[in-house]
């Protein structure tokens, strides 16, 4: 499950990068010739990514699911899918906002390899977030792959109350969660609006860039 959300992300992400960079001389010029406005290709570009994610999202959920052997409650499907809609729309959003927020594609495509490394190590998988440095914990709370996660995990297993064998001890699943990743089923409905919030961020910081800054050279 980890491994698909971070491949599937900085897939997209990077695939984004290419693109927008080419896009964002057509769009220039357009600018320049007062085609239309900014605000309007900003949407536009925003807007035009949701259908293709949410088939993305809905084909990986159809094929992966089954496959994992999750619970098949309509209600943990809806919020699977629900996690990965999010998480692909916040790389792509990512992507879009780091082209028109630095000059050339190379730039980018640097800052994006050094978040990546960040996204993987502060997303509480690697490092549980109870283990994490309190002097670093503000990067977990920063990073949107730690919220995908715990919605991933906490909506499948936070409410099974099975006894497991974990660490030479038995524990229920939930309890687990709660100790060793810090994950708690109460805390769903807060995850899900931090989720929603990521893209949204990006989205907006991508419109903001696009209109402020111009990094074209004559």
């Not at 006894?163 to 708690?184: N, P, R, S």
Request: glycine share 4%.
């Amino acid at each position: 499950m980890y491994s698909s959300l971070l491949f599937l992300g900085i897939s997209n992400c990077s695939s984004v990068l290419s693109r927008f960079t080419t896009e964002r001389t057509v769009m220039y010029r357009e600018k320049f010739a007062h085609m239309y406005s900014s605000l309007a290709y900003s949407c536009a570009q925003v807007i035009v990514e949701v259908p293709y994610l949410f088939i993305q999202a809905a084909i990986h959920v159809i094929i992966t699911y089954p496959m994992i052997g999750y619970y098949t409650s309509p209600f943990k499907v809806l919020w699977f899918f629900y996690a990965m809609f999010c998480s692909l729309l916040c790389f792509n959003y990512l992507g879009m906002m780091l082209v028109f927020l630095t000059p050339n594609f190379m730039v980018a495509s640097v800052l994006t390899s050094a978040l990546y490394s960040m996204l993987n190590l502060f997303s509480g998988f690697l490092i549980p977030q109870p283990k994490i440095p309190k002097w670093w914990i503000w990067m977990y709370y920063l990073s949107p792959t730690s919220w995908t996660l715990k919605w991933l995990l906490t909506s499948q297993y936070g409410d099974i109350d099975k006894e497991i064998m974990v660490f030479g001890e038995t524990k229920k699943v939930t309890a687990f969660l709660e100790d060793y990743f810090g994950f708690q089923h109460n805390h769903l409905d807060l995850v899900a609006i931090v989720l929603l919030a990521f893209p949204l961020a990006f989205a907006s910081i991508f419109a903001y860039c696009m209109a402020r800054l111009n990094f074209q050279q004559r």
